[in-house]
């Protein structure tokens, strides 16, 4: 069995956005990747059986087309209050779970079989689900930025972490990769 992954982008002191919602560059890397970030990029697309998101990333996501040549042709759990009255364009897989973080991270890893269930998006997402104590191992890839005004990744957790450091996968002018084992 796969383990839940919480994977996310952030700047060099935490933040997963810019103010008011905007990438601020965090995720140049992703969408036009340098040597090193496209064998990243390509690693997490074959191990990932499953993703979980939040519904204010689903909308970002639709609203900007994001979802129309997704290369991640797996189920895609949107932990959310409401369903949207329609889906995102494309042939990516939404499963709408209104009933909890457990709920959603259950129904993921019974579609992601024995691939990793990824947390990719959004920070209270990020945070419902270390809170939970659901996540096995963190993938942070931290982008040389300092982000003033952002949303800080790990503000607003109701838990201390112990974590174990993995190995930097990958280092290139763009983005440093880190991974961290939680101790459970």
């Given at each position: ?17 810019g103010p008011g919602d ?32 939040g519904r204010r990333t ?127």
């Amino acid at each position: 069995m796969g383990q839940v992954v919480l994977d996310m982008t952030m700047s060099l002191n935490g933040c997963v956005s810019g103010p008011g919602d905007t990438d601020a560059g965090l995720h140049d890397w992703y969408f036009s990747p340098t040597s090193g970030a496209d064998t990243v990029i390509a690693e997490t697309i074959r191990t990932t059986g499953a993703m979980v998101m939040g519904r204010r990333t689903y909308d970002l996501g639709a609203g900007q087309g994001g979802f129309k040549d997704n290369p991640y042709q797996v189920d895609h759990v949107v932990l959310c209050h409401q369903p949207p009255s329609e889906v995102a364009e494309g042939n990516t897989s939404f499963v709408f779970v209104t009933d909890g973080i457990e709920a959603a991270v259950a129904r993921a890893k019974s579609a992601a079989g024995d691939r990793n269930v990824v947390i990719g998006g959004g920070a209270t997402t990020a945070r419902l689900s270390l809170n939970a104590r659901l996540v096995d191992l963190i993938k942070l890839a931290v982008v040389p930025v300092v982000i003033r005004g952002g949303l800080p990744l790990f503000d607003g957790l109701d838990i201390e972490l112990q974590l174990a450091a993995g190995p930097v996968s990958a280092t290139t002018p763009d983005v440093t990769h880190l991974s961290y084992t939680v101790v459970k």
